[in-house]
C-alpha cells in the first residue's frame, strides 16, 4: 500500500470548517483513499472513501485532486466531539483479507 | 451501532498470568479480522492477521507464542496475551471487514499488567 503523509497535528475553531491534507504521491491506479478518526480510547471509526471523484457523506467531504497524489478531508462544521487523530491510508480495494496499514494521523483539537 | 464487538473493554492482570480478549463481527462473517496494539500517543500497529480455519500470520517481530490467536468461528477470533508482563500493557485492537461495507474496529481493550 502506498505511504502516505499528513501533519502531525491542527487545531481548528468550534464550528468552522476543518480542512485535513494528506499527501499519496506513490499512490497508484487502482488503490482507494481512506480516512478514518480516532477518538481517545476508541477504536478507529471509518469516515469516507475515494477513488478518483469527490465525495461527500453525512460525516464529511473528500476532495482529490486530478492527479490523486494528494486529497483533503473536509469537516464542514467542526464541533467539540471531532477531536480525534485522524488517519489517511490509501489501500487496493479488495475483498476481506485486506489489511489497514496506519501512519501517523494528524491529531485535530476542535477549540470552542 | 458496533458492528464488530470486543471485550473486556478494560482488564487489569497480574503479572504471569494470562488474559484474553474476544473480538466479534455482529451481523456479518469476517473469515478474515486483525489485530492491533496501540502504546499511547502512537499510531496502530498490526500484529496478526486471524484466518478461520487456519493458522495466524503474525507481523514481523510479534511473537506467535506469546499472542495466541484463535479464529474459531466466522464471527470470533481471540487474542490470548500469555505470561503478560508489564511491558505488554497496552491498547489491543481487532477489526474486521465486512466485503460490502469496509472495514470496522472493536471498541479496544485496555490491557494493564501489574
Known amino acids: 500500500d502506498a505511504k502516505t503523509t499528513q501533519p502531525t497535528s491542527m487545531d481548528c475553531a468550534e464550528g468552522r470548517a476543518a480542512n485535513l491534507p494528506c499527501n499519496h504521491s506513490?499512490?497508484?491506479?487502482?488503490?482507494?483513499v481512506y480516512w478514518y478518526r480516532q477518538i481517545h480510547s476508541q477504536g478507529p471509526q471509518y469516515i469516507i472513501h475515494?477513488?478518483?471523484n469527490n465525495e461527500t457523506n453525512e460525516m464529511a467531504s473528500l476532495i482529490i485532486t486530478e492527479d490523486r497524489k494528494s486529497s483533503t478531508l473536509i469537516l464542514p462544521h467542526a464541533t467539540l466531539r471531532d477531536t480525534a487523530v485522524y488517519y489517511c491510508?490509501?489501500?487496493?480495494?479488495?475483498?476481506?483479507?485486506?489489511?489497514?496499514?496506519f501512519g501517523g494521523g494528524t491529531r485535530v483539537l476542535v477549540k470552542p | 451501532g458496533a458492528v464488530v464487538s470486543q471485550h473486556p473493554s478494560r482488564v487489569i492482570c497480574k503479572s504471569g498470568t494470562s488474559v484474553k480478549i474476544e473480538c466479534r463481527s455482529l451481523?456479518?462473517?469476517?473469515?478474515?479480522m486483525f489485530w492491533y496494539r496501540q502504546f499511547p500517543k502512537k499510531s496502530l500497529m498490526l500484529m496478526a492477521t486471524?484466518?478461520?480455519?487456519?493458522?495466524?500470520?503474525?507481523e514481523q517481530g510479534v511473537e506467535k507464542d506469546k499472542f495466541l490467536i484463535n479464529h474459531a468461528s466466522l464471527t470470533l477470533s481471540t487474542l490470548t496475551v500469555t505470561s503478560a508482563h508489564p511491558e505488554d500493557s497496552s491498547f489491543y485492537i481487532c477489526?474486521?471487514?465486512?466485503?460490502?461495507?469496509?472495514?470496522?474496529f472493536g471498541q479496544g481493550t485496555r490491557l494493564t499488567v501489574v
Open positions: 506513490t499512490i497508484s491506479g487502482n488503490e482507494y
Open positions: 477489526s474486521a471487514r465486512d466485503p460490502l461495507r469496509g472495514a470496522f
Open positions: 486471524s484466518n478461520e480455519g487456519s493458522k495466524a500470520t503474525y
Open positions: 491510508i490509501v489501500r487496493v480495494e479488495k475483498a476481506a483479507g485486506n489489511k489497514l496499514t
Open positions: 451481523d456479518f462473517q469476517a473469515t478474515t
Open positions: 475515494g477513488l478518483k
